[in-house]
């Protein structure tokens, strides 16, 4: 019997597994193989452009490019943003999340799609909103000349537009976390008698930690590398309202390769120190919960 028609659909049967295990295998490195491809050609290619460039003349030259004094204040201004915008969407994030996670209220859908509208909005319109409120000509621009006080083309400008494109960050990575979590553990603490706050920094700070941490990341990777927005906002004016993506573009401009590429890499530099410090948080939670 083992010649016949039942032999030969046993032996199909026993040899599928190996043939789907080996059409599985082929898929998956098909997939990665194409991925690799894909990351070569627009990620390390581009990178390894990057700083070649930027290395070109030797390291001498690509040190003495941030000894310019346009350069250092690009650099500072870059900070000095990050520094003042991150805190703010960290706030504005962790409130935002608590209201729509742990309470129900009329407009709740409204204030998530206006949380995701800088996502779908254009950097550029988003600075033309505020040259239309504050410019010259704009809404208040009469009121704050009268005051002398400069908001666009001037750093209130720069830090406002980076705000506004940063801040869903923090904010979608706090909402689905808290959802998930529910508030078991809050009702009950304040049953016991906790208060707001100390439910909060005892309770649920340490359950989103990962999460606000991971928001706070990616919030100050994209508040250090805004072009668009910001470029709108600043008037370009060197020395004073240049990022260091605005840097990069106008010693490029001025075929100054040397030196737009060396601040490039250190834009690179700092990306990659928030990738690393991004994957150790993930690593970091993922131990947690083992």
């Known amino acids: 019997m083992a010649g016949g028609p039942s032999g030969v659909v046993l032996a199909e049967l026993a040899s599928r597994p190996g043939r789907d295990t080996a059409v599985a295998t082929l898929i998956k490195l098909t997939f990665i193989g194409i991925s690799l491809l894909f990351l070569m050609a627009?990620?390390?290619?581009?990178?390894?452009?990057?700083f070649a460039a930027a290395l070109d003349k030797g390291l001498a030259?690509?040190?003495a490019s941030f000894k310019d004094e346009d350069t250092l204040a690009a650099i500072r201004l870059t900070l000095i943003t990050a520094v003042i915008v991150v805190p703010v969407n960290v706030i504005f994030g962790i409130t935002?999340?608590?209201s729509i996670a742990k309470f129900e209220f009329k407009g709740k859908s409204f204030l998530i799609t206006l949380i995701d509208l800088p996502i779908a909005v254009s950097p550029v319109i988003s600075g033309l909103i505020y040259v239309l409120l504050f410019?010259?000509?704009?809404?208040?621009?009469?009121?704050?000349?009268e005051r002398d006080i400069s908001i666009v083309f001037a750093m209130p400008g720069i830090v406002l537009a980076t705000m506004f494109v940063t801040f869903p960050y923090v904010a979608r990575e706090l909402i689905p976390l808290m959802q998930q979590l529910g508030n078991d553990e809050e009702e009950a603490a304040i049953t016991l008698g906790a208060g707001g706050l100390m439910t909060f920094?005892?309770?649920t700070l340490p359950k989103v930690r990962w999460g606000l941490l991971y928001g706070v990341i990616l919030c100050n990777a994209r508040a250090m590398g805004e072009?668009?927005?910001?470029s709108v906002v600043s008037g370009h004016i060197r020395g004073l309202t240049t990022t260091m993506p605005l840097q990069v573009e106008i010693l490029y401009n001025e075929y100054n390769f040397v030196g737009a590429f060396a601040v490039a890499s250190l834009l690179?530099?700092?990306a990659v120190v928030t990738l690393i410090v991004k994957s150790l948080v993930e690593w970091r939670a993922d131990y947690k919960k083992r």
């Open 42 to 50: 627009l990620l390390f290619a581009p990178l390894i452009t990057v």
């Open 61 to 63: 030259m690509y040190f």
């Open 96 to 98: 935002a999340a608590w």
């Open 135 to 145: 410019g010259a000509q704009g809404w208040f621009g009469a009121w704050l000349q």
């Open 201 to 203: 920094f005892h309770v």
């Open 227 to 230: 072009f668009g927005a910001v």
């Open 268 to 270: 690179t530099l700092l």
